[in-house]
Each structure stands twice: as C-alpha cells, then as structure tokens.
C-alpha cells in the first residue's frame, strides 16, 4: 500500500468561465485523495479528527501542466513524500487517463485540538507505523 | 429509468465552522445529480452543451431537515418533477442512508449557446423523448 | 435601519463555464448580505456565536432573472421577512446598479451551541428587540 | 504603484469544520488581489480577457502561518515578483493588521483565446510597459 488512487468527476461548479476547472479547486481534490488514502491506511481522517490528531496545512505547491474540464474524470494518486516527528508531506500526481495534468505537495503539522504541535510517535504509535512504512514504500 | 441515484464523499472542503456541510455546497450536489441522471437517461450534459442547448438555472429551493457531515456517504435522488416546452424542473432527495436529509428543486430554462429559449421538442427531439418518458414514470 | 446594503465585487472563481456566477455562489452571498446587516442592527453574527446562539439555515429559494458577470460589482439588499419565537426569514434582493439579478430568502433557526432550538425573547431580548423593530420598518 | 492593496472581509462559506478559513480559499483571495492591482495598473483584467489576453495559472505556492478566522478583515498585498516575455509571477502577503497570516506566489502564462502563449511586448506594449514598471518598483 505504499500509493493511494481516488478518481473524481469533474462538477460543473468546479469549472470557471476560462472553460476549465478554476485552479483553486484542485486543492479540494487534494483532500480528497488525502482522505481516501488515510482511509486505506487503515485510519480515517475523520477517527483522527475524533481521536485528537488534527493534520494543519502549513504549506501547499501546485504545478498546473493541462486543464481538466466538466465531467472529466481524473485519478488522484497520493504519496508521502516526507514524514518527520511533527510533520508529514504528501504528493499527488493528477491524471486524465495517461494524461499528467497536475503535479502538487502539501505540507502538514500534526497538531492536537489546542493547535499544540503532537509527536505523532508518541501520541498514537499506530498510526506513526503505518505511515512510515507507507513512506518507505514510495519509490524515487 | 424513472430517476437517478448518485452517491458523493462528503469533502473537508465543503465543511464550515459549524462543524457541518456548508449549506451553499448541496447546490453542487444537485448538479452532479443531475449530471449523473442525464448521463443515465442517455444524454451527458456535457454532450447537450455540445449540441448547443444548455439548462439555465431559473429558481432553486432546498428544505434542509438535517445536517451532513465530513466523510458522510450521501446519496442524490433525481427525478423529474415537471417539464414544458421551455422548461425543466428536477426534484433531489439526498440521503444518508435511510435518513432523509434534503429536499431540493431546482427549475431550468432550455437556451442556446445566446441564451435564447429553445423549443426542446423541435430542437432536439430525441432527448425531448427521454425526458418526457422520465418524467411520465416518476410516482407520484 | 429597516434594511441592509452592502456592495460585492464578483469574483473569478466565481464564474462557471458558462461565462456567469455559478447559481450556488449566489447563497455565499447572502450570507454576506446577512453579515453586513447583523453588524448595522448592532449584533454582529460571529458575536451571536460566542454568545451561543447560532441561525441554521433550514429554507432556502432564489429565482435567477439575470446573470451576473466577472468583476461586476452588485449590490445584496437585506431585510427581515418574517421573525417568530425560534425563526426568522431574511428577504434577498440583488442588483447590477438599477437591474435586479436575483431575489431570495432564507430561512433559519435560532439553536444554542447544542443544536437545540432558543426562543431568542428569553434568552437575548436585545437581539430580538432589534430584530422585531428591524421588520416591522420592512415595507411591504 | 509599485503593489495592490484590498481587504477582504471572510465570509462564513469560506471557514471549514476546524473553524478557521479553508485553506484552498486562499487562492481565491489571491486572485482578487491580483484582479484589484492590475485595476489599480489601468488594465482591468475582465479588459484584458475581453482584448483576447489571459493569464492562465501554471503555478501556485502557499505558505500559511497562522489562521484566518470568519469576519477578519484581511488585507492583500500583491506585488509583481518577475516579468518575462510570456510569464508573470506576482507574490501576495495577507495580513490581519499587521499579523502575517500568509505568503504566497501565483505564475502565469500571458496566452490567447486559443490558449497559445502570447509575447506581451509585442501584443500589448502598453500593458507590458504598465507592468515592467510596477516590477522595476518592487522594493527587494
């Protein structure tokens, strides 16, 4: 399991008056692949939330390549690229088909419901695992 | 084919700070429960568009009985509540499971690519066809 | 002060591929139009929150007349339909300089932070006195 | 004229279940920031669009510091940070008075209706002229 894959249709709300999807809307599509990797993972996000563990966005990078257009359907596919004590990485790759359209990384905190920075390690060991052997598993 | 049934992940992204689905985000929703039921009925939207007959939103109204929440399942039930010449009202329950949390109507002009009303049974009989024979079989 | 006015400059990200604000957008709007009018009638909404007392959306209608565009700056006038014990319904209207676009209301429920209907006269009687005085200056 | 400035007051529609702003509503933001600078420029962006020149997005980064929560008043600062014959990168900070609450770059590529990429010297020297001297202003 060292790679998620989610696929989503395109909504007509998604789109902006250029014809394609309005770029900001890729990061909703970047939680979503976040959400059902996690979930593949063996720990929804939505039982992290409940269990204290909340994952901060401190960062986002997006590369835009292609557009994607209304009721097309694309493949999020969801990495981590990085995990450390108090911080995890991930990377998505956005496909039409074979077609690469969009290249992006997002940066988190592990942070409890104070906003207070928690060693994942710590905190809930379980998780930890298995994200790091889900991280090892990403080729180069 | 008397109506259609889509299932959609409730997303982060359509969450507000009351902790539930923002309640703007379940007009998305019936679009992509509308998207899906043309698609069923033998006519992708996408494909309308491209033959120059678009759906013009005109009137919408939502009753909200319940709240929906991150990483719900909810399900868009679409029907065809009333169709004329010009003119196209769709019907949505959305559910979680059995639970019913929405009800909805959304009231649609047929136009052209200059946003002329177009006489749908004239212009495109075959799918004047399909919508009317949906129609006919929705209970009442 | 027996309405609100406030001034939107449309947004790109609000336009859909048909080259117009998206329909949904419209109801973020309103909320803004809700928002602006609160703060004139001296009870800002996000101090009602911290007060715990919370208006749920339970209703909403919007008829679209015409299209708004990108970088159009409309106006959202806001008045108070009807108010009730636990209830009140805001009445929408949307303008282009003189021209109406889209006319709406919503309607909500006044709920304590527990999601638990409040009868506003008891527990913030001077929220609803304001309220009441800010309808009955509602021409019909 | 060497950077924009505009406020932004945030809406609830734009706050997630954390309680504070959504992060992809960022990128929202980003582009009235840069709708208003190119205003302030003398060449209105829907201008620009309708002159057959878009800037279309091939690039975005974030860094968020600290939250924005619903009601802030936020102010964008938008900046060009590069200029080249067919590409801009404007740089946006946003602040809450003076707390800086995030960093950001958007990279565009000057191209036409047909989505070929245009050398905006030549297609519009006035425009390129416009914007080599807001760069040329942009303090280090």
Sequence with gaps: ???GETYIRVRYSETDKMGVVYHGNYLNWL??????YLRELGMPYSEMERNG?????TRVSCRYRRPAYYDDL???VTKIAAIQDVRIVFRY?????????????????????QGRPVVLKKT????????QEAWEQVPD
């Excluded at 809930?124 to 994200?131: C, D, G, S, T, Y």
């Design 74 to 76: 694309v493949k999020v």
């Design 93 to 113: 790759e956005i496909y039409r088909g074979e077609e690469l359209l969009t290249v992006a990384e997002t940066e988190h905190a592990f942070v409890n419901e």
């Design 1 to 3: 399991m060292k790679q």
């Design 53 to 57: 563990i909340l994952l901060v966005v």
């Design 124 to 131: 809930n060991p379980f998780l930890w695992k298995r994200l």
């Design 31 to 36: 939680g979503v692949g976040r959400t059902e």
